[in-house]
């Protein structure tokens, strides 16, 4: 029975497809298995210059879908193929990712090869925590400005918004 459900389990599923029909700027709009989007969904676009160009659903216009891609779009013709990733976007981090620079995707670029993955996989859009099941903040931590120690002190672990006109010193007080 073990074997039955490895085997079932390796047979790739059907793959929900539509076609690019226009691109205006960046916004590629798709015609096919609407019904099977939802804003947020994510699609490859393939045969671009680039090969495969990964776009995220925005929107939905007279029966098409409305994609925004997360790269160029140099080469993408109307009819090309846009296939619908099966699954939510998810990031399955590990400890070996400490001090690896990685892009928005989760690709690193750093040159230092692939990562990976660790055991659990989190959705890259969630709700954050509710506020009572958050750690602490730690202790104060020096800001290397008197004042800004004095008047706004800052906790390990704390956020933070530093919000001003340009040429007021924002960068010279990071």
Request: hydrophobic share 45%; glycine share 14%; net charge positive.
């Amino acid at each position: 029975m073990q074997a039955l459900l490895c085997e079932i389990a390796a047979v790739p599923g059907a793959e929900i497809f539509g076609r690019v029909r226009s691109v205006q700027g960046l916004l590629v709009e798709i015609a096919g298995p609407v019904s099977a989007m939802s804003v947020g969904s994510r699609v490859r676009i393939v045969e671009g210059l680039r090969g495969a160009i990964t776009c995220e659903v925005v929107g939905f216009r007279n029966g098409r879908a409305l994609a925004l891609p997360f790269g160029p779009l140099e080469g993408v013709r109307m009819g090309a193929k846009a296939i619908l990733e099966p699954a939510a976007p998810v990031v399955r981090p590990s400890n070996a990712w400490l001090g690896r620079i990685i892009n928005a995707l989760g690709e690193p670029i750093d040159g230092k090869g692939p990562l990976i993955s660790g055991p659990d996989s989190y959705p890259l859009k969630a709700c954050p925590p509710p506020a009572h099941r958050r750690s602490r903040v730690g202790g104060a931590i020096d800001l290397g400005v008197r004042a800004l120690n004095s008047f706004i002190t800052c906790c390990k672990g704390q956020r933070m918004g530093i919000f001003a006109g340009s040429g007021v010193g924002k960068s010279v007080l990071l």
